[in-house]
T-cell receptor, first 111, second 117 residues
């Protein structure tokens, strides 16, 4: 399973755009890139998933370069409620292969 | 999206007793469910993969006799912590995929906080 590397922590002011980059040099051909958000004492919540290029949904965008060795989660105009840990995971999305979590990025949004 | 529930949400037990945690997929079938454990300020650690109708697959270092997993139906998996000790106190999270979909996200339950006194 591909190993991921993310910054341990990031700080941002409210209203700013936050970009969290994840490195996954050993990503396999059938691996997808998935980002989860976790608040204290809650299970992880799905944010976005992609395979290549750019994916956008109502809460975030995911940018994936052509070589797929990294990805960037972009959160537009963050608010205090976006303070959480963000995990980048790489792996197949079907079958019985579980997602393996790295250390994640602790985002703190400041008023 | 699909929903995974866990019961109980929190439990306190005495050292030496056993505790059962249930994980249910509410609106989809899951032939495979996953159990994770998370200690304070740490990431989720995969404990085992639960397969419906067969034995679970445990990660290295996880005691299969201590953490009993039963996946008796396509919507229910249980984790029993046997002879619990204070060091078993942790946040246990289950997860599942909707096997009816081609490719899809892995859905996570809300977690169960276990405290062993």
């Amino acid at each position: 399973l591909a190993k991921t590397t993310q910054p341990i922590s990031m700080d941002s002011y409210e209203g700013q755009e936050v970009n969290i980059t994840c490195s996954h040099n050993n990503i396999a051909t059938n691996d997808y890139i998935t980002w989860y958000q976790q608040f204290p004492s809650q299970g992880p919540r799905f944010i976005i998933q992609g395979y290549k290029t750019k994916v956008t949904n109502e809460v975030a965008s995911l940018f994936i370069p052509a070589d797929r060795k990294s990805s960037t989660l972009s959160l537009p105009r963050v608010s205090l409620s976006d303070t959480a840990v963000y995990y980048c995971l790489v792996g197949p999305t079907a079958g019985n292969t579980p997602l393996v979590f790295g250390k994640g990025t602790r985002l703190s949004v400041i008023a | 999206g699909a929903v995974v529930s866990q019961h109980p949400s929190r439990v306190i037990c005495k050292s030496g007793t056993s505790v059962k945690i249930e994980c249910r997929s509410l609106d989809f079938q899951a032939t495979t469910m996953f159990w994770y454990r998370q200690f304070p300020k740490q990431s989720l650690m995969l404990m085992a993969t639960s397969n419906e109708g067969s034995k679970a697959t445990y990660e290295q270092g996880v005691e299969k006799d201590k953490f009993l997993i039963n996946h008796a139906s396509l919507t229910l998996s249980t984790l029993t912590v046997t002879s619990a000790h204070p060091e078993d106190s942790s946040f246990y999270i289950c997860s599942a995929r909707d096997m009816g979909q081609g490719t899809t996200e892995q859905y996570f339950g809300p977690g169960t906080r276990l405290t062993v006194t």
